[in-house]
Structure formats: structure tokens, C-alpha cells
T-cell receptor
């Protein structure tokens, strides 16, 4: 079974609008971390935001916020006030195990976001 | 912030050549580093987990003798693609995470490998 599922291969959003990128996950661990990364066409992976499984509040980082719904096992990324520079591939990822875990990240298939002027 | 340096950023070479890619954590120690491979328009696929001072752990289907990993220090891991062939052409990207606390993985900028 897929551990991380991103159901939107591509998304379009108008500049200055908000957009939600979906991510659902599957794990039997009680302790895990959820991450979002941005990958522009140049290829580098840029860390955006992190949510721990025990965090009670949704994570926020500037224009990025993570809508964490533990019971639904979803961790959607919300980008507010989209900018042209937000156009990129976005990956949701999960690391199972506690905060000290050295386990690898498992990535979703990604969502290609295009911001329209 | 934490920085991971990956070198070279791109390589073009003839079939049969061995290519070494370096991954360095510049301002933190990383007992564990990870090597991923990414095909165009696809996600990152974990190839192996590089462990400082011990053998790497390879994912199923990844040839250990083809993709040699060495993690000789707490700040450096290398991936050597031995006797590379056109089917090895891909984007290779490494990541590292600080050993302390609850830190995200930081990625190198990746290496585009093209085998002619």
C-alpha cells in the first residue's frame, strides 16, 4: 500500500489566490513526522514545513500552513497569496519513528503547481 | 541554516566510465545520509541509506556493486556509479539530517548524470 498519496498530479491557481495541495498518509506508527518540500525546475529540494504527529497545533511557516487532520490521516499544504515563484513540484513526505529516528523519508508522487498571472 | 553540498551538479560521460558523486554536510554532523534517484516527472526513490563507519543499507532492487556508497566521516558520503551505462542516466540527490533533535532532512542540489 502507498504510504504517501498525493492525488493531484497538477494544479493551477491564480496569482494572489490560496491553494491547497492534498496529502494522505498511511502508517501504524504512533510517532511520525510529515514534511512538505518544494522542487523547482532546477531540481533542488527546498524544505517548507514540518508537522509532528504529536503536535496539537497546525504548523505554519509564513505563507505555508499545514492542515493536519490526524484522524483522517491527511496533511494538506495550504499556500496563501500565491506568487509566480511558487510554480514548482511539491512533495509530501513522511518519516516514521520518533523525533530521533534516522529513518528515511517516504515521498508521495508529487503535485505540479502552476501559478497563473 | 543547515546546508548540504552535492558535487558535481552535472556530469556527461561515456558509457563504461565510473562516476563519483560527493555529498557533504557543511555545518552539521550526519551519521546517516540518504541517496535518492529521480526520473523526470517522478518522485524521489530511495536507493540506499549511508551509515557513517559501516556498510550502507540498500533498497530492494538496487545493485550494491553498481552503486558503491562510502561514508567515511560524519560530514561526507560518496556514491560511485561504476561502469555507468545510458540506463543509469538520471538525477541523483542526497540528503542528510542533523544527528541531534527533531530536524528535517536537508537535500543537496542534486547531480544530473548523462551517460552517452
Amino acid at each position: 500500500a502507498q504510504k504517501i498519496t498525493q492525488t493531484q498530479p497538477g494544479m493551477f491557481v491564480q496569482e494572489k489566490e490560496a491553494v491547497t495541495l492534498d496529502c494522505t498518509y498511511d502508517t501504524s506508527d504512533q510517532s511520525y513526522g510529515l514534511f512538505w518540500y518544494k522542487q523547482p525546475s532546477s531540481g533542488e529540494m527546498i524544505f517548507l514545513i514540518y508537522q509532528g504527529s504529536y503536535d496539537e497545533q497546525n504548523a505554519t511557516e509564513g505563507r505555508y500552513s499545514l492542515n493536519f487532520q490526524k484522524a483522517r490521516k491527511s496533511a494538506n499544504l495550504v499556500i496563501s497569496a500565491s506568487q509566480l515563484g511558487d510554480s514548482a513540484m511539491y512533495f509530501c513526505a513522511m518519516r516514521e519513528g520518533g523525533s530521533g529516528s534516522a529513518r528515511q523519508l517516504t515521498f508521495g508522487s508529487g503535485t505540479q503547481l502552476t501559478v497563473l498571472p | 541554516g543547515a546546508v548540504v553540498s552535492q558535487h558535481p551538479s552535472w556530469v556527461i560521460c561515456k558509457s563504461g566510465t565510473s562516476v563519483k558523486i560527493e555529498c557533504r554536510s557543511l555545518d552539521f554532523q550526519a551519521t546517516t545520509m540518504f541517496w535518492y534517484r529521480q526520473f523526470p516527472k517522478q518522485s524521489l526513490m530511495l536507493m540506499a541509506t549511508s551509515n557513517e563507519g559501516s556498510k550502507a543499507t540498500y533498497e530492494q532492487g538496487v545493485e550494491k556493486d553498481k552503486f558503491l556508497i562510502n561514508h567515511a566521516s560524519l560530514t561526507l558520503s560518496t556514491l560511485t556509479v561504476t561502469s555507468a551505462h545510458p540506463e543509469d542516466s538520471s538525477f541523483y540527490i542526497c540528503s542528510a539530517r542533523e544527528d541531534r533533535g527533531n530536524q528535517p532532512q536537508h537535500f543537496g542540489d542534486g547531480t544530473r548524470l548523462s551517460i552517452l
